[in-house]
């Protein structure tokens, strides 16, 4: 570990070649370590399979369900076994909203069930459900323009994008569709509102995801439909068929409950009371096994302290991997992590969050000033063994955003991610998506930074 | 026409750099025609619209079921409103199986809704469905092997295969644990079988298909489950975590009913009784929309029909296209056509079938003897302008195989169908799958060859 914090210093004060050569002569012993240990050594393919195991076992883990707290028992017992210090949960207030039965079918012009997934936070449809004839329209100014048609109807929102062109990047662009529909809908008159899924891909699968209401506007039911069923709704537009749709959900919000934030560590030798600090998220959709979101995330967070622990060296700050609680209505957890900890804004070297997928690792996004960047880009090197040397600007994730938001550096992992949105929030959301040697990698990656970054002589700076 | 004639056969008979210089300067009128009218004429996009309009408006097509009898309806008022010869259904005796409600529960090690559908041709649970415990086999010889644990027991077969390598020649070797695997199971007490899909890829979606029975077994119910779920079983059993499954089924087979094979022709003008057969499948499964299998392939079949006849050409031989009612069940409208028409086996001077996807047509798989293989490979030139040129050995399809075992020369269509098994018998299996401008390029691929075999002075050597 000296070895580690003599000869990393130095580097970042020389030219790039000259950290080329002291690189690979001396400084990375212990990124090396860390690389072999778990992608050849006993730590390789614990990541997936403990990821697995939970998974399987324990199932997907929405916001304010049991499982979710199944799941951070699981965890917590798994870590205190392994000798990780400071093993805790933080208790925060979390949103309930339950699914309950729902299902969708067209009416007209032929009888069929339609692929559909009710939408976090949306109300229900009462008890007899809804049936009414149906407007698709493809934007929010195209509803504007056609605020008159959509009265009591069910509004179908089919917004395009060039997927395939922009696999990550249409993401946004469609959400809004996804998060706002509804109150749009009902400014016009509608009864309900239906989005086409936010996917890259399809094979007929819906994908849920939050929503938030206006509450100017009267709350209407909100759920996504497969790919395939909101084109062919709009289609049968096209087509003037005419349309009626039998909504039916159950779905309801009920009491907030206690969830819990888990914590770990691994203390600084030195400078214990500051801080890196990686994580992800353990609630996930509760449909597939939130294994990519986020499980994967929270995964490799775990095992930085696992494998620090394994080689039972210790940088100079403190390791403090947490695992988020209720990430998906909004960053719950982590928002009531940053309120109750605030204080340590001025001694947190970084914040990181993994939740866009643990594909095969390019590197990091890094979210901060030029100079930490350069210190960042200098450590990026001790990745070249497993070619993840890229460093990007942006970054950050939903439950480290307060701590970015007050000035500290963020970081997320930069992975093969482009496939993310087929999976993400569908039934899709399974281990199978996942990889072992790339979980294996990307743990890897996300160790070297934080064990490299906490391990500077100062925080990096502001 | 009749220029047409005159200079294509005499390529035949030339070296293949004469043949080019031929066919660059005069012969391919006719084909150029056909390949501009379907890609960039007023049939440009029909072939996909035509069919979207039917797999939207009707749906799925299970044989047995009403909406394949309105498929028929709607396609030959469609072709009779067109002005094609001879438009008539002719009966066929088909099977009728109904799959009714059915659904199956993980209860251990956790309870959770399995992805599943039903097996063609399997017999329900009865009302009170099957609880059991599991036992996960990934090949027939394991089950040998462990025949006294699969007593009383739920066995999942989870045959393993490299789909990412062969994305379609793992079908094979998998698709006979779907097909076979119920009676395996019985023969070893089991209570019912449950087999991976046979899927290249998934977001967890069950593929169906047909299953058969041996009869000497007594008959137990058979599904089909999600890669991802056989996947989680498989992984449950290697951690020895035990297993129970809830299986409901309400699938049962009725009485036999009438179902319609669909013909249509334009007449030869010279040699009227001897034949070209274009064909695709009406029948589907009955989830998604069987746009792919196999509205894809009786699509561009119909619209051979309608090209010539819009270019108010014909051949010499009369072209006919047959729509086969009930291929899913195992050919079952090709073959009694076989035998009402086997009559017809002198006069047959190639059957086709497209029924392996109509995605970027790269050319034609063609069987038959070497002499009529260099005569297809002759025509082949005039795909020149569109790249699909290439003529493979092999192809063939359900429905004709029984003229191709009488020596009729058969072929189908070779087009890029790496995805294909992504979404076959899966509900995912919608026009979102095909896209209309290679559509239109495999209409034209199908066309040419149709009409050029029809116009040879004599029929495929054979």
């Known amino acids: 570990m000296m070895l580690w914090l003599v000869l990393l ?3 970042l004060s020389v030219t790039s070649r000259s950290i ?5 002569s001396q400084s990375n012993t212990i990124a090396d370590r860390i690389i072999e240990l778990v992608t050849q050594g006993e730590f390789r393919g614990v990541t997936y399979n403990r990821l697995a195991a939970l998974v399987d076992t324990i199932g997907p883990r929405l916001c304010g369900n049991e499982s979710l707290t199944n799941a951070v028992n699981w965890v917590q017992n798994a870590m205190i076994n392994e000798g990780l210090d400071n093993v805790h949960v933080e208790e925060v207030q979390i949103p309930h909203w339950v699914r309950g039965e729902e299902h969708a079918r067209l009416i007209q012009p032929r009888n069929a069930k339609l692929s559909m997934l009710g939408l976090g936070n949306s109300v229900g449809t009462g008890p007899n459900g809804i049936q009414a004839p149906v407007l698709v329209v493809r934007s929010f100014d195209e509803l504007n323009a056609r605020c008159g048609e959509a009265r009591n109807k ?18 946004g662009p469609v959400v ?17 509102s239906l989005s086409r899924s936010a996917a890259s891909r399809s094979i007929d699968s819906p994908h849920t995801g939050v929503m938030e209401y206006d509450l100017t506007y009267p709350k209407i039911p909100a759920a996504s439909l497969s790919v395939e069923h909101a084109d062919m709704l ?5 087509r003037n068929q005419s349309m009626e749709i039998f909504l039916y959900m159950e779905a309801q919000t009920l009491s907030d409950v206690v969830g819990y934030n888990l914590v770990a560590e691994v203390k600084g030798s030195t400078l214990p009371n500051e801080t890196v600090l990686v994580s992800g998220h353990l609630d996930s959709w509760d449909v597939g096994q939130g294994a990519l979101d986020d499980g994967g995330g929270a995964a490799i967070s775990w095992t930085v302290l696992s494998l620090i622990h394994a080689l039972n060296i210790r940088a100079k700050r403190t390791i403090r991997c947490v695992l988020w609680s209720c990430e998906e209505f909004g960053g719950i957890g982590g928002d009531q992590y940053f309120t109750a900890h605030q204080n340590e804004v001025p001694n947190m070297s970084i914040v990181m969050e993994s939740d ?47 701590w970015m938001q007050h000035g ?20 899709g959301d399974t281990i199978n998506v996942l990889n072992s040697t790339d979980v294996d990698l990307a743990a890897a990656v996300w160790t070297v930074y934080a064990f490299s970054i906490a391990d500077l002589d100062s925080i990096l700076p502001r």
């Open 20 to 24: 080329s050569i002291d690189h690979r």
């Open 408 to 427: 500290v550096p963020g970081a997320s992992l930069l992975n093969d991610n482009w496939d993310y949105f087929a999976y993400h929030h569908s039934r």
């Open 234 to 238: 709009d289609r049968f537009q096209q």
């Open 356 to 402: 866009l997928g643990v594909f095969h690792p390019q590197g990091l996004q890094f979210q901060g000033r030029p100079e930490a960047q350069q210190i960042v880009t200098t450590i990026s090197k001790l990745l070249t063994s497993i070619n993840a040397t890229q460093v990007v600007s942006g970054g950050g994730g939903e439950d480290i955003s307060k």
């Open 176 to 192: 809004g569709y996804r998060v706002g529909g509804a109150s749009h809908a009902a400014k016009c008159g509608a009864l309900a």
């Open 154 to 171: 069910i509004v179908v929102f089919n917004p395009q994008c060039d997927w395939q062109a922009q696999p990550i990047g249409c993401y």
């Open 9 to 11: 210093l130095p580097i």
